[in-house]
């Protein structure tokens, strides 16, 4: 890998072609283009890499199997992982081993021990591993975290959300052997979120799935209710579904208010808050912005400045022991106790990133999760 310094652009490649690469990914490297530069595309679809290297001026496209050629090309310094859950582990300890840093889509794998070994093997290779939480540096969930580190509305107690949107049928997410599931896909989110309001790992969690009956749920659950307990008596609890309609929200209840973040989730529209204080409410909207692009800035900062990223690939470990320990409980019927985790770092508003959106760009052979086009 060539060398980077503070004067040069980080150059990616971009493994994995799919809805998320293509609505949010690819845009974000016009507003990331300060230190971020978009050099490469890894797909098995040559129609995807034709129309899609042309739009964005990428000449150096590769198959999944010439994917260390383009690691080993001279060509790119970090590859934004982009690719099904089960493919994460194998195409990060890939790109180590090739002196490659790497940005990789939550959530990190599907297994604490692929989590563990991408950690492992990045360090050994002396490479970045950041996870992609782009919330960790949204305005919204940042002013969030500062409320309530203020003490504005109390101690907080409670923490509830709700993620479910509806997932049409074929999707990868619904596709077990790829890593799909609503925790991994969308529960994540709410686990990441109740540790860094809460600003601490959970200590037991319990789980409760459910299944309509529904062919497209063969594989995975259709719902799943989770309560955590974290230190201090505190409790989140928070249900995902694939098949009811859109909603992305959480909300904090302390001992003298509460906020309600609503939408809190998402990236295609503008967040909101509702802040409730001894009774008097007040709402704040906080205008969409490109969430892609600000990871993007911050991953490139990292590598130029030799920082490790606070999203780190322990970041990413946590939230998927946490999942797997859902699982067992939703399998047994039982609270799962977990092990002690370490994390000194949380997010603030220092790490506060703000670039203006993108129009939704012209999709090339892919569909949304809900199958639109």
């Known amino acids: 890998m060539a ?3 503070e004067k040069k652009k980080v150059r990616y490649g971009v493994a994995g072609l799919g ?15 300060k230190n971020s530069e978009l050099k490469a595309f890894v797909s098995d679809d040559p129609t995807k890499l034709k129309k899609l290297g042309k739009k964005y001026g990428v000449e150096n496209i590769y198959s999944y199997e010439e994917y260390d050629a383009c690691l080993n090309s001279g060509e790119i310094d970090a590859v934004y992982i ?14 180590a081993r090739a002196g490659i840093h790497v940005l990789c889509e939550k959530p990190l794998a599907v297994t604490a021990k692929e989590c563990e070994r991408m950690v492992r093997t990045t360090e050994t290779n002396n490479v970045k591993l950041m996870t992609a939480y782009r919330l960790h540096f949204e305005e919204a969930n940042l002013k969030a975290i500062e409320l309530i580190q203020s003490g504005k509305i109390g101690e907080p107690r409670i923490f509830n959300s709700v993620f479910t949107m509806q997932v049409a049928e074929n999707n990868i997410r619904l596709e077990d052997d790829l890593g799909g599931g609503t925790l991994y896909d969308i529960g994540v989110y709410c686990i990441n979120a109740a540790r860094y309001i809460f600003r601490s790992e959970p ?18 659950e259709e719902m799943i209710s989770v309560i955590m307990r974290f230190p201090e008596e505190r409790l989140a609890a928070f249900t995902c579904s694939f098949g009811a309609s859109k909603v992305r929200s959480y909300q904090i209840v302390g001992t003298k208010g509460d906020i309600r973040v609503d939408p809190a989730y998402e990236y295609s529209e503008d967040l ?12 704040r909207i906080f205008p969409k912005r490109d969430q892609f692009a600000a990871e993007l800035i911050y991953f490139s900062d990292c590598i130029l400045q030799d920082r490790k990223p606070e999203t780190s690939g322990e970041e990413g470990l946590i939230d998927v ?14 609270p799962v106790k977990l092990g002690d985790f370490e994390r000194k770092r949380r997010p603030t508003m220092k790490q506060e990133i703000e670039q203006p959106p993108v129009e939704k760009p012209e999709l090339v052979r892919v569909a949304s999760p809900s199958g639109e086009k």
Do not use: C
């Open 321 to 334: 022991k946490i999942v797997e320990a859902l699982y067992r409980s939703a399998k047994t019927g039982k």
């Open 203 to 220: 200590t037991e969690v319990f789980a409760v799935k459910s299944n309509n009956e529904e062919k497209r749920f063969d594989e995975v």
């Open 19 to 33: 809805h998320i690469a293509q609505i949010a990914v690819l845009p974000a490297f016009a507003r990331a283009k």
């Open 82 to 95: 982009a690719l099904p859950n089960s493919m994460h582990a194998e195409y990060t300890t890939r790109a």
């Open 3 to 5: 060398k980077s310094d």
């Open 272 to 283: 909101k808050h509702h802040i409730t204080i001894n009774g008097k409410t007040r709402e």
